[in-house]
């Protein structure tokens, strides 16, 4: 079983900047955890991919994001980070972290990120 706990969400100005971390707990190392990453979810839209990482460091960002946004992980830590500059009030949403182990995907609860004036 995989438990994720985000935090680092609020309120943030445009043009500002965030971040988030994700970290899992379970009896299994971090390498174990395949994909690790994070999507969103603003009111009135679907989920929507954001970034995610794999065990091997291989990244993969979301076309809105890309060159705003960086996913990192510590896999001795099981955790994975998201970076969040020049950020846009578009980007508000509840981002969810996510990780994939075994073939199985597990998700975080979501924490809310604004970005408003």
């Known amino acids: 079983q995989v438990q994720l706990v985000e935090s680092g969400g609020g309120l943030v100005r445009p043009g500002g900047s965030l971040s988030l971390s994700c970290a899992a707990s379970?009896?299994?190392?971090?390498?174990?955890?395949?994909?690790m990453g994070w999507f969103r979810q603003a009111p009135g839209n679907q989920r929507e991919l954001v970034a995610i990482?794999?065990?091997?460091?291989?990244?993969n960002y979301a076309d809105s994001v890309k060159g705003r946004f960086t996913i990192s992980r510590d896999n001795d830590k099981k955790t994975v980070y998201l970076q969040m500059n020049s950020l846009k009030p578009e980007d508000t949403a509840v981002y969810s972290c996510?990780?994939?182990?075994?073939?199985?995907?597990?998700w975080g609860e979501g924490t809310l990120v604004t970005v408003s004036s």
């Open positions: 379970g009896s299994f190392a971090g390498l174990s955890l395949q994909v």
């Open positions: 996510y990780a994939q182990r075994l073939g199985v995907n597990y």
């Open positions: 990482i794999t065990s091997g460091g291989f990244t």
